[in-house]
């Protein structure tokens, strides 16, 4: 569960100290979408995610790109197999991220972050990737 769901269920729960409190921690971090998050619609947190994941995509696609264009025949085919697999994986488990919110506007944030977060972090493996 991202924190953006932890501060939602705390907000709902607790009432406003509480949501304001977890408002102020989420804010505090690095988030790129810490604003929209603050603003506790769903709509504008989506829209926020969107666009984190539209640049992380573009990371990725240029990183994996000029990787490709440094490697040899047995690299370049050694991270084409491990990017397939990664898509696989990534699929499943961003795909099944917030089940516990069943068809509520909390799966599809989370389902979103989670996109966001494995794309960030597969820049950064293929980055490193030798």
């Not at 961003?94 to 799966?107: H, T």
């Amino acid at each position: 569960m991202n924190k953006l769901s932890r501060l939602l269920i705390s907000c709902c729960i607790s009432g406003s100290l509480l949501c304001t409190v977890a408002k102020a921690a989420t804010a505090s971090g690095h988030d790129a979408c810490a604003a929209a998050e603050e603003t506790g619609v769903t709509a504008t947190i989506l829209d926020c995610l969107g666009t984190e994941n539209s640049k992380a995509d573009k990371r990725l696609n240029a990183v994996y790109k000029s990787t490709m264009a440094r490697l040899d025949a047995s690299g370049k085919e050694r991270l084409r197999n491990e990017e397939r697999q990664w898509i696989k994986v990534r699929d499943a488990k961003c795909n099944a991220a917030g089940k516990e919110f069943d068809g509520g506007s909390l799966q599809q944030v989370e389902q979103s972050s989670c996109f966001v977060d494995a794309t960030k972090e597969r820049v950064h493996a293929i980055e490193g990737f030798h």
